[in-house]
């Protein structure tokens, strides 16, 4: 009872209790796992029920992300408690509650298609059609934020029983509200062939495992290619002349090269490293190479000048090439720093002692209120300052559907998805 970001899940087949490490992957998950419930309720025919074949489909994924396990449920009788709870839970009220606070999460508009940004990805590089471990070409639907590559559902539950610090897991297409600008724009500039070129340059293909393998052939190979990087080239020959992988990290951060950052933190670069010269934390770098604002644009070219970079086999010697971008957003960006955080960096408490641009500084601010919980824009609160949210079922009428389907979320409180009576209520 005294666990953080804990949730609860309710199922015909079992019950069972999910900690997070932070409450924003808590929510993330809260919102996923509803946001599937959704879609399963979109895709349904205008007419008639949905198969059980389809049902247990849909619960199966869920599933397999949930416990990173890949076998389906074979009863019968589950895929028949399965329908009956779809169906009897589509004229249901369905909120959700959390562990701590009131952060909303995802509301999904009606107007929305959960295809686009998969699309996106996919067209950004044709390498993200196919898995980045398996090379699979079925539900490749899922991505590493932190490593920048798109999964299959096998190989996605794998990267999740890895954790957090190996691996972030994410939906393309079940909870498009944990892609922000700036992870979007990580995911083009790097993608499966790039990432590839640093986690497997000492990979011999033959080793490389197909999409029909076993699950403990999978875990084997993931294990050893992100966890205990087997397969990435050394710096011995490449970068002789930097004294360690944070130098490489630093240089490469102040010549705003993606690719470089990549494989020095398959180095085991710091990213929470400082330049020497004036301490500056290797965010705050990042943010000023992406957007200089003078005079901190000059200080980076001066000290990025100072050293040239060697480049590792199979990888650009210059910044990326150009590559499709995301759509114009109220900001600018930042991918390189973007990498950096949701691979361990934190954003120091001093300000920085060089100047950023007002974009980088909305940056900062930006993930500053989405780590303590105050980015409150994806959702609206009554009076009691409660947040409203929720999840419809078919299509209504607007204030028919806001009648029946907006629910109070409220501090403290657990998600559930009832056995009893199909929804996801509180206990």
Known sequence: ADRRFCFEVITPQYTRVYQAPSEEDMKSWIGSINNALQSA??????TGTPSAEKVSSTRNTIAAVLTGKTTPFSSQRASTNATSSYISS????????????DKPTYMKPDNETPSALLNQIREADAGNKYCADCNSDQKVEWVS????????IECSGIHRSLGTH????????????????????????????VSNMVW??????????????????????????????????????????????D???????????????????????NPNAADRSRGTHAVFLALAAADPASPSSSFVQQRSGSSTLSTPPGLSPSAPPPRPTT????????????LL????????????????????????????????GRHLGLGVKDSAGDVLSALPSEKHSPNDRDSRLMKRQSTGSRSAVSSRDGSIGRR
């Open 41 to 46: 309720f979109e895709s349904r025919p205008s």
């Open 90 to 101: 589509s004229s249901k009220i369905v909120s959700r509650h959390a562990t701590t606070g």
């Open 145 to 152: 934020i932190n490593l920048g590559i798109i999964l299959c």
């Open 166 to 193: 190996i691996s972030k897991v994410r939906s393309l297409t079940l909870d498009t509200s944990a892609f922000t600008p700036d992870i979007i724009e990580l995911l083009m500039l790097i993608g499966n062939r």
């Open 200 to 245: 497997e340059a000492k990979l011999d293909a033959f080793l490389k495992p197909g999409p029909n393998v076993t699950r403990e052939q999978r875990l084997h190979f993931i294990t050893g290619k992100y966890s205990d990087r087997l397969y990435v080239q050394g710096s011995t020959d490449a970068m002789a002349h930097f004294k360690s992988p």
């Open 247 to 269: 130098d490489t990290l630093l240089v490469s951060i102040k010549q705003n090269n993606i690719q470089q950052v990549l494989y020095a933190l398959a180095l085991r670069a």
């Open 327 to 338: 759509p114009t957003p109220l900001r600018k960006p930042f991918p390189v720093a973007e």
């Open 341 to 372: 955080l949701q691979n361990g960096a934190e954003i120091p408490t001093q300000p920085a002692p060089i100047p950023l641009s007002r974009a980088a500084q909305q940056y900062i601010e930006f993930k500053i209120d989405q780590k303590t």
